[in-house]
T-cell receptor
C-alpha cells in the first residue's frame, strides 16, 4: 500500500530556532501534499496544500512566512517552522495524495 | 465553516459491546471517510463511503450515510480493548479536494 513517512518523529527545540519537518511518499508519486496541525485532544486542522513545483496554498489564519512549505519533488515536501515559539508546539501531520490521501505518522514538535 | 462534528465527544464501553459514533456535516459532499488515531500517532484510514451509498461494511465496522440529514454513523461491533482510540470523520467535496475533519470521538474500551 501507499506509505508516507515523516522525519523526525519528534523534535524539541529552543524558542527562536527553526525546525524542518520532512514528508515523503515512499512508494508513489504525489502531486499534492497536505500539512495538518493537531493540538492535544483536538482535531486536525489543515494548514496548507502543497503542489509540486508551485507555491503552497495556505489556509486562512496560517502565516506563510512562519510556516514555510517547499514541495521540491513528487515524493518530498518540507515544512519549516521559522522562529518557533512555545505556542507552535503541536503535532504536525502530512498527507500525500494519489486518488486519496495517505497520512504520515506525524511529528511532535515541542518548543521550550 | 466546521464540517464533520462528531458525537459523542467521548465514549467508554466494555469489551464485547458495540460502539456507535455519529458525524454531522454542513455542506454537500462527495465522500465521507472515517479514520482512527491512536494516541500520539498518525491516522489510519478505516472506510470511505460515497455520497450515493447508504451503508458500507468492513469487518466489524458498519458505516451509514444519510445525505438528507447530512449525517453519518460508525458502528464498531464486538469492541476490543485494541479499538481504544480517537475516531474522526472527514468530508471532501470533490476529487483532489481538501479534507475537513470533525472534532473526533475518543473511544475507551475497557477489558
Amino acid at each position: 500500500g501507499a506509505v508516507v513517512s515523516q522525519h523526525p518523529s519528534w523534535v524539541i527545540c529552543k524558542s527562536g530556532t527553526s525546525v524542518k519537518i520532512e514528508c515523503r511518499s515512499l512508494d508513489f508519486q504525489a502531486t499534492t501534499m497536505f500539512w495538518y496541525r493537531q493540538f492535544p485532544k483536538q482535531s486536525l486542522m489543515l494548514m496548507a496544500t502543497s503542489n509540486e513545483g508551485s507555491k503552497a496554498t495556505y489556509e486562512q489564519g496560517v502565516e506563510k512566512d512562519k510556516f514555510l512549505i517547499n514541495h521540491a519533488s513528487l515524493t518530498l515536501s518540507t515544512l519549516t517552522v521559522t522562529s518557533a515559539h512555545p505556542e507552535d508546539s503541536s503535532f504536525y501531520i502530512c498527507s500525500a495524495e494519489i486518488y486519496e490521501q495517505y497520512f504520515g505518522p506525524g511529528t511532535r514538535l515541542t518548543v521550550t | 465553516s466546521q464540517q464533520g462534528e462528531e458525537d459523542p465527544q467521548a465514549l467508554s464501553i466494555q469489551e464485547g459491546e458495540n460502539a456507535t459514533m455519529n458525524c454531522s456535516y454542513k455542506t454537500s459532499i462527495n465522500n465521507l471517510q472515517w479514520y482512527r488515531q491512536n494516541s500520539g500517532r498518525g491516522l489510519v484510514h478505516l472506510i470511505l463511503i460515497r455520497s450515493n451509498e447508504r451503508e458500507k461494511h468492513s469487518g466489524r465496522l458498519r458505516v451509514t450515510l444519510d445525505t438528507s440529514k447530512k449525517s453519518s454513523s460508525l458502528l464498531i461491533t464486538a469492541s476490543r480493548a485494541a479499538d481504544t482510540a480517537s475516531y474522526f470523520c472527514a468530508t471532501d467535496a470533490g476529487r483532489y479536494s481538501t479534507l475537513t475533519f470533525g472534532k473526533g470521538t475518543m473511544l475507551l474500551v475497557s477489558p
